[in-house]
């Protein structure tokens, strides 16, 4: 397996980024959305974006090496801040470091359950809105949620506003409008996310970008979940309520694909 | 240089703990508090912790390595949740990665100045209270404070008090007082801010733990940082404040080192 020197600051720091691919019998899908995302995350983050042909080297490259160039799988393209440096001082020039590796693809999962969880996300962090290497709130809240029984977590952020999932953005449905948090809120801005709001605008379904507490929940017929690996997945329960199938969740699932 | 195989959880999700140690003509500062420290973080994280010897014999093995191990040097101890796993999720029986590596010691430095950050540090979050691997937000602090022509960043909570600086503890005088701010704050339970407190009882100076917005160093006499490499490194500026030396500052160096 490949490996990084141990003076790699994303190992170090948790200095860099990640983007995660579905990869369908050798297609990216939306390739070119994740290099969009990636670039500005560098820019947020001071670093040098890495070129969109090298990304896709890496990611053909990794695929080639798994063996899974004609497989549905997961691929990683991670961008860390290179080695080097004082302490937290990045050295004048990051040499950032390019690592891509494929998995297969999780297998379609059933309809989630989910846990709100005790760490809340900073809107006045860079993490809440970015896909980096400081991903351990993330790791954690999951773990809150496995711990309790569930699947995935709820994620408010710190004004006890509905955010996100540790791995997914959440959308809901209430009197036939689709809801979901905005990106202020500390919110990753999904490109399943951008697919589904997409989605809803050319199926004449009103799209509401909200900050609002889960209090707004009371109302929700349907909830879901999305990310660029699961694509949609329904939600069957968020702390004692259940939510049962709804026909615009379908819709919506079969217009983003 | 050593290096870590790409499917470590440190690099991939900044999933991990660190220790930064002082070690002097081989004597590892502290030692037995730095390894206290870390099994508490990996108790609060889930992930097993290391044994003392390891560790030492690890810290011992980086310095000789790099030639200090007769000189004052910066020993880092890194502990990661290591390899597997799938996504959010640890493997049932994480198998942690040990790292070490050795580094001359910074230099002692000039007063510091400070400036206050934007990003706000968040207390419902364990990345708040340990040296974790995904230490994002104090690298994009500390880059705030040196584009902002200062050394370190003052970072408060999201509820405004004052918690600590990037890569320091915050201390402060005033009235013949010590204060600092307490660990709910959302503060590194730093080695050397323990330290300071013992030393200012066994000078017979009266210390707060304290839960308060910036205003509070209206009254302040002096200002000064710590942590285990630089010990206790005074404040010259925060913001624009000006700060100047202070006896009681010298004191408190004297007796904690």
New interface residues.
């Given amino acids: ?15 860099g980024l ?1 983007e995660t691919i579905l990869s369908q019998a050798g297609r990216l899908d939306a390739f070119e959305a994740h290099v969009s995302r990636l670039g500005r995350g560098c820019e947020a ?2 670093l040098p974006a890495p070129a969109a042909g090298d990304l896709r080297a890496a990611a053909r490259g990794a695929l080639a090496q798994a063996g899974l160039t004609d497989a549905r799988a997961a691929v ?1 393209l ?1 961008w ?1 801040a290179g080695s080097g440096g ?5 050295p004048a020039a990051p040499a950032p470091r390019l ?1 891509a ?1 494929a998995a297969a693809a ?1 297998a379609p999962a059933a309809r989630a359950r989910l846990v709100t969880a ?3 996300r ?1 809107p ?4 809440s809105r970015l896909k ?9 809240a ?2 809150e949620a ?1 711990r309790a029984g569930a699947d995935e977590a709820l994620m408010l952020n ?1 004004a006890g506003e509905l955010a996100c999932a ?2 997914a953005n959440l959308f809901w449905i209430a009197g036939g409008r689709l809801f979901t948090p905005a990106l202020a809120c500390g919110v990753l801005d999904g490109i399943m996310r951008a697919r589904i709001l997409t989605a809803a605008a050319r199926l004449g379904v009103e799209a509401v970008e909200i900050r609002s507490g889960p209090d707004v929940l009371a109302d929700a017929e349907a909830v879901f979940l999305t990310n660029s690996l699961i694509g949609l997945r329904a939600v069957s329960a968020l702390d004692a309520r259940a939510f049962g199938p709804h026909p615009l969740v379908e819709r919506l699932a079969a217009a983003a694909s």
Same sequence: chains 1, 2.
């Fill in positions: 397996m490949q490996s990084v020197p141990i003076d790699d600051r994303g190992l170090l720091l948790g200095d990640f983050l001071g990683r991670t860390t004082r302490g937290l001082e990045r690592i590796s999780p005790s760490i809340r900073n006045t962090s860079p993490l980096t290497l400081s991903y351990l709130d993330n790791v954690m999951r773990r496995v710190l540790a791995a």
